[in-house]
């Protein structure tokens, strides 16, 4: 048995935390360390099955702190490092750019400084396709690696910023990255504020589902479970240096997306409600992924099948969403929507 010790940061989100949940049972002689601060979208609850478990550890700090990051490292000797922590919501982008300034791109220079001064074997970055920006609506086209970056919100300029930061490592200090830029995620413990999860809950409430503009932009869809999988074939099996695309090859316009939803439920299609447009709204996504299929990554669920799983999961883990959404939420719910 080969025992490395890894850190996940933002271990308590959503992608994080599926990742965090697979990792602790897939390798038990790995060490996983999850190192979260616990910002709204943060939630520890999630990983109550695994905190008994001797190969989980949990440390609450900010990744901006370098004199805590940087302790970590010296004190734990981590060989590998999966970065998810992040500000990962445009509309939040859009409301208040800065401190997705300060996390995406202070924050993940803070922890290349720390993974160069101790040494690490692989330090993989989370990416997102919204960093090459948007394509047109021509269904031949699609971002590969080579695609220039081009984002358009503040977020994904924040994350394009971070890649570049990455990438300067690897050039300058020969630090072994790996950045992984993958299509819209969905699946268990969605924070109710993406366009999925928040569409499952408010048609379970018989509430109205906001859809910008016609609902006709694009998003390529991949289960979160997929990107586990994708995101461990790139951390064993990486090419140092090397930018992965991951991809569902799930196209669907929103409207699309928000209809399955409330066809599966029973619902009635009264309950969309279609709202001003997001600022700078990117068009459509769409992934090539063939450079990661060559290292032997494929996904497992079709998008029909992955969400009727969620949309059970959902309704098997109402406490969970319902908790969230009846606190501060609302208050972010009723000033970024008047529905
Ligand atoms: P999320 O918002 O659900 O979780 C982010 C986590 O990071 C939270 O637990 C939060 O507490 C933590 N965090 C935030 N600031 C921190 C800080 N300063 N220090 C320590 N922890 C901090 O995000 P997600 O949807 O799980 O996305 C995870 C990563 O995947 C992000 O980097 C995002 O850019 C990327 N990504 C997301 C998607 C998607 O569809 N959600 C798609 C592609 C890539
Ligand atoms: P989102 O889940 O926020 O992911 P991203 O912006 O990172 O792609 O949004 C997915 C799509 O759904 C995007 O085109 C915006 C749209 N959308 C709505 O129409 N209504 C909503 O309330 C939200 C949150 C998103």
């Known amino acids: 048995m080969i025992k490395k010790k890894i850190l996940v940061t933002g271990g308590a989100g959503f992608i994080g935390g599926n990742f965090v949940q697979y990792m602790v049972e897939k390798y038990p002689e790995y060490e996983i360390f999850n190192v979260d601060v616990l910002t709204y979208a943060g939630d520890l609850t999630k990983h109550q099955a695994i905190e008994k478990q001797g190969n989980y550890h949990f440390v609450k700090a900010d990744i901006v702190e370098q004199d805590v990051i940087h302790s970590l490292f010296e004190k734990e000797k981590f060989d590998f490092v999966v970065h998810f922590a992040a500000e990962s919501h445009v ?29 690490i074997t692989k330090f993989v970055h989370i990416s997102t396709d919204e960093v090459y920006g948007e394509l047109d609506f021509d269904p031949t086209t699609f971002f590969t690696e080579d695609t220039p970056l081009k984002p358009n919100s503040p977020y994904s300029a924040s994350k394009a910023s971070s ?31 993406k366009l999925i999860p928040l ?20 998003r390529d869809w991949l289960h979160v479970f997929d990107h586990c999988v994708a995101i461990d ?8 240096g090397e930018v992965y695309n991951i991809g569902g090859n799930n196209e669907r316009t929103n409207l699309e997306v928000v209809k399955t939803i409330i066809q599966a439920l029973g619902k009635s299609e009264e309950l969309i409600e279609f709202v001003e447009d997001r600022l700078g709204h990117d068009k459509r996504y769409a992934i090539d992924s063939t450079k990661l299929k060559q290292l032997g990554w494929n996904p497992s669920f079709t998008f029909e099948t992955g969400i009727i799983q969620t949309i059970q999961w959902n309704i098997v883990n109402e406490e969970w969403w319902k908790q969230i959404i009846s606190g501060q939420y609302q208050t972010y719910f009723n000033k970024q929507y008047s529905i």
Do not use: W
Not at 97 to 119: D, K, M, S, Y
Not at 165 to 193: D, K
């Open 233 to 240: 074939v790139v951390l064993h099996k990486g090419v140092g």
């Open 163 to 193: 890649d570049l930061l990455v990438r300067a490592y690897h050039e300058t200090y020969g630090l072994p990255v790996n950045i992984t830029r993958c299509s819209n995620n969905y699946g268990p413990y969605h924070f109710p504020e």
């Open 199 to 218: 569409t499952i809950s408010r048609v379970l409430t018989d509430e109205k589902v906001p859809v910008y503009g016609e609902g006709q932009n694009i």
């Open 91 to 119: 509309d939040r982008s859009i409301t208040d750019p800065g401190i997705f300034v300060q996390t995406n791109v202070i924050g993940t220079q803070v922890l290349l400084e720390a993974a160069r001064r101790v040494g």
